[in-house]
Every structure is written in C-alpha cells, then in structure tokens.
C-alpha cells in the first residue's frame, strides 16, 4: 500500500474556496478508486468523491458542483477542488486509495466559518 500525505486544509469564510492535495508515495496508476473522505465531530466518515484510474467521478450529492476532483497518475496525486464552502463543509477531510479497506492519508482540517 502507498502512503499518502494531505494538504491544503485550512480556515476560509463561507462562499470561499480551497484546493486539497493528496500525494502518495509511490504509483497510484493501480489503484483503481482514489477518493476523499471527510469526517465532521460526531458523525461518521462519508465518501465525498472518488476518481477511477480511467477518470470517471463519482460525487456525494450535497457537494456536486461544488466540489471537484482530479488525479495525476503520473504524479501520484489526487486534488479536490473544494468551491462555494458552507459551514456544513467543516470536517477533517481524508485521502484514500482503493477504498476502506485501502491506504490513508492523516487527514487535513477544512474549517468553513465567518
């Protein structure tokens, strides 16, 4: 499994943007699914979107046209474009690859108030 190293997070006011990064140690050409999680206090940890090797998105619903990612396989990154935040946007945002039951990143905070 390759590791993975998020950044990018940080404290933006409601309607800004911010760009998340993932870098992974090594190749993810094979992983089929890389993705971003997030986990918000007291609530579970939701798939927010994932990539496949091939580049078809999948997207939650509350974040679609909003929120967009990409991946570089020949860099081993993974990049969400995160716009128009809302304060429900708040949570510790995660990298993954393959999957649950795959490699993660340590995670980055996104913390969305005025």
């Known amino acids: 499994q390759v590791q993975l190293v998020e950044s990018g997070g940080g404290l933006v006011q409601p309607g800004g943007s911010l760009r998340l990064s993932c870098a992974a140690s090594?190749?993810?050409?094979?992983?089929?699914?890389m993705g971003w999680y997030r986990q918000a206090p007291g609530k579970q940890r939701e798939l927010v979107a994932r990539?496949?090797?091939?580049?078809?998105?999948d997207y939650l619903d509350s974040v679609k046209g909003r929120f967009t990612i990409s991946r570089d396989n020949a860099k081993n990154t993974v990049n969400l474009q995160i716009n128009i935040l809302k304060p429900e946007d708040t949570a510790v945002y995660y990298c993954?690859?393959?999957?649950?039951?795959?490699?993660w990143g340590q995670g980055t905070q996104v913390t969305v108030s005025s």
């Open positions: 990539i496949s090797r091939n580049g078809f998105t």
């Open positions: 090594g190749p993810i050409v094979g992983i089929y699914y």
């Open positions: 993954n690859g393959g999957g649950p039951d795959g490699s």
